[in-house]
Each structure stands twice: as C-alpha cells, then as structure tokens.
C-alpha cells in the first residue's frame, strides 16, 4: 500500500497559553467591566462566545459586548489577531472596537464594541425581499469595508450576511474579526481552512493556498443571500456542501435571467472560481451596479419589518 | 425540533482548521 505520508508540523511556533494570556492581558484595560457596564439582553451567539446588551454605568450609549470563555477557544491566538485589528483599524464600514478586559480568573474576555440596533443582516435576508437598489448599497458599504481592510493586507475570511450589522438608520457595518488573517510580505497566501463552509471558496474548501479574493467570493454568495434568503446547500449538511463547492464552482442561482444585466455581471464577476480572472474590490467598487444603490434609509423599513417578523 | 433548529443554527457557525468529520 502506498505509505501515507504525516503532514508536515506547520512551522508557525504554537503559541502556549501563558504566551497567549500575556498577549491578551497587554492588551486588555485594567479593572473590572462589571463595575463600569449594566449587562441586559443576549443578542446572540457564535463560535467564539456570546454577545449581550450593556449599558455604561456612567453615560448612555449602549455598547455591545462579546464575553468569550478562554478554556474552550480552539484558537486562542486569533482573539490577540482579533483585538489588534479592531483595536487597530478604524473605519465607518467596521464595528468599532472601543475596549476589551480581560478576567483572569475567570478566564473570560470581554470586547466592548459599539452597538448597532439595526440587526444583523441575517434577519433581513431572512424575513424580507430586497431589491437590486438595496443589494447594492449594502455590498458597496460591505465592499469598501473589505477595500480597507485588503489595503492593509488583512483578510477577513468569514463574511457572511450574519456578520454584517445594520442600524436603524441604515448604516452598514462589517464585524467578528476573530478570524482575518495578515499578510506580511513573504506569507502573502494562506491554507488554514478558516471560514464558515457554505460560504467558503473553492480554493479555501479545495485546501490551496488563497488569499484577499477569498473574500469577494463570500461577498458574491452574500448577495445570493439577499436574493434567495440563505446561501447555497444549506439544506446539505457541511461536508456535501464543501464537496458541491469544490466540484461545481458557481453555484446555480434561481431566475439569475431575470435580474438586471447589470446584477448579473456583477455576481459572474465575483463567483468565478479561477482566482486569477476573478474581480478584487477596487474593480467591484467601479462596477456600474454600485451606480444603482439606493439612499441606505431605505433599508430602514426592511429592518422594522424583520424585527417584527 | 429544538435538536433540529440547533443543527440548523449550528451549521452557520464559523469553523476554524479542519473539523471531525473531514
């Protein structure tokens, strides 16, 4: 039989936990968060933690905060990747980060961030029918947050429309960056399978090295998101849908001839799977489909109705 | 169907390397 070669150890030196610990704690506020925030609803949950409602005892502007139990994180050196960053860049497509602690003993972290009462994307998607003018507003905001990001050599690696929040009046912000990815010069492509697998592209799901165009890729299925209300295979348990990704490529996308010639292009531009031909943001941005977005209040009344629903 | 509903929300969240079942 043939010998089946061990993958070779990845080089990159794992962090040990003291090392990530230390990491976090530089980077954490001294004090204790609950004597400075009111915690009150649970908005949601994810892989990496919990996100409630809170309230600053002095001041009212109500924050967001990500409490995250450091025992059982796969990755704990991603939360330093994901502080820095949100720490780091700032932008008004991007949930800004406005404090983070760290409690020792009970191994927890908490990340403050402001807080958009608008929802997530998801909820939207979900409940509503968007137009082509409001798809493309969206996908602009969400594309010049990805612009900036690749500018600064950072792939964001799970967009996805539950990680795009939106508030009342129609603000658009991209968020959890637990799992971007930097790229310094030499190591400008990555492998680790990182991502969520209805979403990933077909060099992440076929293990080649990828980079930034990871994104748009998800960005295109995020668009068939908010035509269709879920993204492809959903119905399909993870691994059929990373084997449907990685041997069909595009997916079929339902009366895709009856959107707009525009739209159309648009969504071949980002779901081509030769990375090389597929477009980047700067090319998205100057696509004549951004020229139909409409006014971003007219999402307004998409997020009331989802709430309601 | 609450099983069935945590699957379903299950299957939207992020993964990080590869999972058990690849």
């Known amino acids: ?309 | 169907a609450k099983s069935k509903h945590r699957y379903q929300r299950k299957k939207r969240y992020t993964m990080v390397g590869s999972p058990y079942w690849m």
């Open chain 1, 1 to 309: 039989a043939e010998v089946i070669q061990r993958r070779p150890k990845s080089q990159k030196k794992n962090m040990s936990d003291d090392e990530i610990n230390e990491g976090l704690r530089s980077l954490a506020s001294p004090g204790d968060p609950t004597s400075k925030y009111t915690v009150s609803k649970k908005l949601g949950a994810g892989a990496s933690g919990c996100v409630y409602m809170a309230k600053p005892k002095e001041g009212d502007a109500v924050v967001a905060i990500k409490s995250m139990d450091l025992t059982n994180q796969p990755k704990k050196e991603l939360l330093i990747t994901e502080i820095e960053v949100m720490k780091t860049y700032r932008h008004q497509n991007i949930v800004n980060f406005l404090d983070c602690y760290f409690l020792s003993e009970k191994s927890e972290l908490w990340v403050v961030m402001e807080y958009l009462d608008g929802g997530a994307l998801t909820d939207v998607v979900t409940e509503t029918i968007m137009n082509e003018g409001q798809i493309a507003a969206v996908t602009r905001e969400c594309l010049q947050a990805l612009n900036y990001l690749h500018s600064k050599g950072i792939i964001h690696r799970d967009i996805k429309s539950d990680n795009v929040l939106l508030g009342m009046n129609g603000s658009v912000k991209l968020t959890d960056f637990g799992f971007c990815a930097q790229l310094s010069g030499d190591n400008s492509k990555r492998q680790t399978m990182v991502g969520t697998p209805y979403w990933m592209a077909p060099e992440v799901v076929s293990r080649k090295h990828y980079g930034k165009k990871v994104d748009v890729w998800s960005m295109g299925i995020m668009i068939i998101e908010m035509l269709e209300g879920e993204p492809p295979y959903l119905n399909e348990t993870p691994l059929k849908a990373i084997y449907r990704i990685a041997t069909k490529g595009k997916p079929e996308i339902k009366n895709f001839e009856k959107l707009s010639k525009l739209l159309q292009n648009f969504i071949d531009r980002t779901l081509e799977v030769e990375v090389d031909t597929r477009a980047d943001t700067d090319e998205l941005l100057l696509h004549d489909f951004m020229k139909c977005a409409k006014d971003l209040k007219t999402l307004r009344p998409l997020i009331v109705a989802a709430k309601q629903a």
